[in-house]
């Protein structure tokens, strides 16, 4: 596993977790 590799991994993690965390934000607003 190059380094590439585990920058993308952790960039896409994230970005699943802050959506995650949007959608239930939004949901209880709702």
């Not at 596993?1 to 965390?21: N, Q, R, S």
Request: charged share 15%; aromatic share 16%.
């Amino acid at each position: 596993m190059t380094i590439m590799e585990f920058w993308l991994g952790g960039i896409v993690a994230v970005l699943l977790l802050i959506y995650l965390v949007y959608c239930l934000f939004k949901a209880e607003e709702m």
